[in-house]
């Protein structure tokens, strides 16, 4: 059910519904057309945060910010330190970089968008710290209301989240949802850009 691909009428009522919620969104032809796109909307040089998104990994994102030298990666800073050390100067990296790019759990057709994490690390970005905010959303991502968004994190994100945290750290008690993070709307015009991808990408 929750990998489902929207149809173009839920696309245009989702988009048009975040639009009047202050979130601007870009519809993609394909995976590539949406990388294309991300990559315009980010200048060169700029520093980002990349947060932890099997969207990003698949689409080849994250690597061509952390990797490519072409950006300021807080990412690749992050590595670099010690967490013993510096993990409140770790924490303030990640929490207001000028741009944080990720993806979302679920999107409303009234235009509301819900991210759920174990630890919360990417939400104080999304936000309010970052300056700028970009998300990659397959659109199987779309559900008719709040209640179907809360219900597909539970029912289907979740358990796929753990499968890959057992395989990717050997978690064996599975994930968790410890926090939720609802964005009802957007009062800093062009703040929020959703990249739509019209293939079932992520989870």
């Known amino acids: ?32 057309d949406a990388k294309a796109k991300v990559i315009e909307l ?9 947060m932890p998104s099997v969207t990003l990994d698949t689409l080849g994102i994250a690597k061509e910010i952390n990797e490519s030298g072409n950006y300021d990666s807080v990412r690749a800073r992050l590595l670099k330190m010690d ?3 510096q993990a409140r100067e770790m924490k303030m990296l990640g929490a207001a970089p000028e741009y944080a790019i990720g993806s979302v759990h679920a999107v409303t057709e009234d235009g ?13 970005a999304y936000a309010y710290g970052a300056d700028k905010v970009l998300w ?32 990717a ?9 410890a926090k939720e993070l609802v964005i009802n709307r957007e009062i800093t015009p062009g703040r929020i850009t959703v990249v739509f991808v019209p293939e079932v990408i992520g989870f």
């Open 1 to 32: 059910m929750y990998n489902q691909l929207a149809s173009q009428e839920q696309i245009d009522k989702t988009v048009t519904a975040l639009k009047t919620n202050g979130i601007d969104s870009y519809v993609a032809k394909d995976s590539a």
């Open 42 to 50: 980010i200048p060169k040089g700029v520093q980002i945060m990349t």
């Open 83 to 85: 967490r013993k050390t």
């Open 112 to 124: 509301k968008v819900v991210i759920a994490s174990a630890t919360g690390s990417q939400l104080p």
């Open 136 to 167: 990659v959303v397959g659109t199987q991502k779309i559900v008719k209301d709040i209640a179907d968004a809360f219900k597909r994190v539970q029912e289907y994100v979740l358990p796929l989240e753990s499968e890959r945290a057992n395989k």
């Open 169 to 177: 750290y050997n978690i064996t008690t599975g994930s968790f949802v």
